[in-house]
């Protein structure tokens, strides 16, 4: 198999409309395995692993773009040019990217347990410090906990048993980067132009993707109904098959749109009406979370602040611009032009060894209030913590031992802090 194509499954008859299934992140296509005796009724359905999950190949992709391109690589082999999607979780961010790059190819879209934006990038991030340093045993044993709801956890131990080793079975690095990736999605400014049919389902007890996040995607997506599972969590195709189906048959029978092209992308199919009409436009509180800064700056601030915050987080430099006053402006900007936008970014190094750099010279020079965030910055940017304390014991040779002494102080704070699985 090729690294540029994914797993997959075929159920259903030759001949019959495609529809596609994504699955979550950390799980196979098994997690739809209860969808498919009813689906394939009417459709031909095609499951896929994610990279990294269940047997598709161990190559990272670091966006959803790349997983995107990949599936519609596996469906050029397979000679599918029009289909419908449902996807969830991360398969649903697939769906979304689908929908907006390739639109003469979606007929219609479900969207189950997803949204427009995952959390926030910080947490993406960590979460990915901690896989490297612990490997991916804390997220599988949570996962249950975060995936059902406790009712459902507490009466399906063989469900909730195969839900802990789909996790285990996932390459890390895949993992890893698939967080890099969530980090970085955010479409709520371009769901105006998803132009197909869209159903968003969400369990009511989801606390991943709760409600909140499915009535954002139903208020930015043109042609979009939402449909609420009461009593469910976030993987709600396995929690609840037989609503999951009943819905997904409604819709795909009702909001098919056959012919591509233009006409048909903007045409207005019947929706089902499974919940009250949303607004036609985000509310206040989305539409200025998209507000763009009163002051447009040159290119090499906008890639400097986009560096500056994927390596040392959104909480710090939130805090930073918070902060920030006409006496500081000018400081912060020449450091955010300079140090980010034009040396962070040079292709000459990458982040793992412009981090080593950094922690030696704030060695070298007793900066213990920035190691401590280049600390943080060099987990985020791929140093194990074992690699961290060899940085720390080489320059106790060349910077001095008592540098090094307070040096580990500050690391070992931060590495467990940062490294410390959640629960």
């Excluded at 996932?170 to 955010?186: K, S």
């Excluded at 020079?365 to 304390?389: D, M, S, V």
Aim: proline share 7%; glycine share 8%; hydrophobic share 40%.
């Amino acid at each position: 198999m090729s690294e540029k194509t994914l797993q997959h499954r075929i159920d259903g008859p030759d001949g019959a409309p495609v529809l596609v299934l994504g699955a979550a992140l950390g799980t196979t296509w098994h997690m739809w395995d209860r969808q498919i005796p009813e689906l394939t009724r009417q459709w031909r359905v095609i499951r896929f692993d994610l990279p990294g999950h269940g047997g598709s190949p161990a190559h990272a992709a670091t966006s959803i773009a790349e997983v995107a391109d990949r599936l519609v690589a596996t469906l050029d082999v397979l000679g599918v040019e029009r289909f419908g999607y449902a996807g969830c979780d991360l398969g649903g961010a697939v769906g979304i990217q689908l929908a907006l790059t390739r639109p003469q190819r979606v007929t219609s879209l479900a969207l189950v347990s997803s949204s427009p934006r995952y959390g926030t990038a910080d947490a993406w991030r960590q979460r990915g410090v901690v896989i490297r340093t612990n490997g991916l045993e804390p997220i599988a044993r949570t996962a249950p906990e975060h995936w059902f709801t406790p009712g459902f956890a507490g009466g399906q131990a063989a469900i909730v048993e195969w839900a802990v080793q789909m996790v285990r079975t996932t390459d890390p690095g895949c993992y890893i980067a698939a967080c890099e990736a969530l980090a970085a999605y955010d479409v709520r400014s371009s769901l105006g132009r998803v132009g197909v049919p869209t159903l968003v389902v969400v369990g009511a007890e989801d606390q991943v993707t709760p409600t909140t996040e499915a009535r954002t995607l139903v208020a930015g997506i043109p042609d979009a109904s939402l449909a609420l599972i009461p009593g469910t969590s976030h993987l709600a195709p396995v929690e609840q098959p037989a609503a999951v189906s009943e819905l997904l048959i409604r819709h795909f029978s009702t909001a098919w749109q056959d012919k591509p092209g233009p006409a048909a992308i903007s045409a207005a199919a019947p929706k089902p009406q499974l919940a009250p009409p949303m607004p036609t436009h985000a509310p206040p509180a989305i539409e200025s979370g998209l507000a763009q800064p009163a002051q447009v700056r040159g290119g090499m601030y906008e890639q400097g602040i986009k560096v500056r915050r994927e390596v040392l987080g959104d909480a710090h430099v939130d805090q930073v611009e918070a902060t920030t006053d006409d006496f500081s402006a000018d400081f912060h900007d020449f450091i955010t032009r300079y140090a980010w936008g034009e040396t962070w970014t040079r292709p000459g190094l990458d982040r793992r060894t412009r981090s080593v750099i950094t922690l030696t010279a704030l060695v070298a020079r007793g900066h213990r209030e920035e190691l401590a965030l280049h600390t943080r910055a060099a987990l985020r940017n791929g140093l194990t913590p074992a690699e961290i304390k060899e940085i720390l014991l080489h320059t106790a040779v060349y910077c001095g031992v008592p540098a090094a002494n307070s040096a580990f102080a500050v690391a070992q704070k931060v590495i467990q802090e940062e490294t410390t699985p959640e629960g």
